[in-house]
Structure formats: structure tokens, C-alpha cells
């Protein structure tokens, strides 16, 4: 199975930028397809955005799909979130998963694998 660990959240302000990562190991990496969902205070776990194994099929939450690109490379076991133009309600914890299905979709239930979060703080 897969350890995931996610990177790269802090503080930043209104209309900057972030770039997440989350690092794999164990288990066959290239093989999972990935994910980023986030968990605002109060509020469900929301998906952002999905990656199929190779990286040719993404998916976005449709609120953030001009703002948001999610990657991978898979030579260096790592998976990406790149996040521009950040607004306040972008605040949240940020988790990335993954799962041996081909396409998982966007369901919290759908990912066997989890990371623990990463905090993201957008101030206005």
C-alpha cells in the first residue's frame, strides 16, 4: 500500500499563490490514480481536483478550475497542486489521496489511501 504526505500549505495573501505536494511511497506509485480534496472549518471534505494514473485524464471542481492545476511526476512519486489567484474561502486543509481504480471520481469514499493535511490560510 501507499504512504502519502502532503507539503507546501502557509499563509498567503489574497491573490498569491501556492504549490502543494504530496509525496508517495511504498506500493507502485504510477499505478494510483491521485486526488486533492480540502476540509474548510465547519464544512465537508470537498473535492478539488483528480489525476489518472499517467496524468492524461484530470478532473476539477468546477469553482476552482480556472485557478487550480493539479500534476504529477511520476519518476519522482509526487503529485502537485498548483493554486493561483487565492481568495479567503480558499482557507482550508488540504488532503491528498489516492486509489488502484482507474478513475475514482470525486467521492471521498472512493479513495482508499489518505495524506494528512496540509494548511492553507488565505488572507484578505
Known amino acids: 500500500q501507499v504512504q502519502l504526505v502532503a507539503s507546501g500549505g502557509g499563509l498567503v495573501q489574497s491573490g498569491g499563490s501556492l504549490r502543494l505536494s504530496c509525496a508517495a511511497s511504498g506500493g507502485t506509485y504510477r499505478r494510483y490514480s491521485m486526488a486533492w480534496f480540502r476540509q474548510a472549518p465547519g464544512k465537508e471534505r470537498e473535492f478539488v481536483a483528480g489525476i489518472s494514473w499517467l496524468g492524461g485524464r484530470t478532473d476539477y471542481a468546477d469553482s476552482l478550475k480556472d485557478r487550480f492545476t493539479i500534476s504529477r511526476d511520476n519518476a519522482k512519486n509526487t503529485l502537485y497542486l498548483q493554486m493561483n489567484s487565492l481568495k479567503p474561502e480558499d482557507t482550508a486543509v488540504y488532503s491528498c489521496?489516492?486509489?488502484?481504480?482507474?478513475?475514482?471520481?470525486?467521492?471521498?469514499?472512493?479513495?482508499?489511501?489518505w495524506g494528512q493535511g496540509t494548511q492553507v490560510t488565505v488572507s484578505s
Open positions: 489521496a489516492a486509489d488502484e481504480n482507474s478513475w475514482p471520481g470525486r467521492g471521498t469514499g472512493r479513495y482508499e489511501y
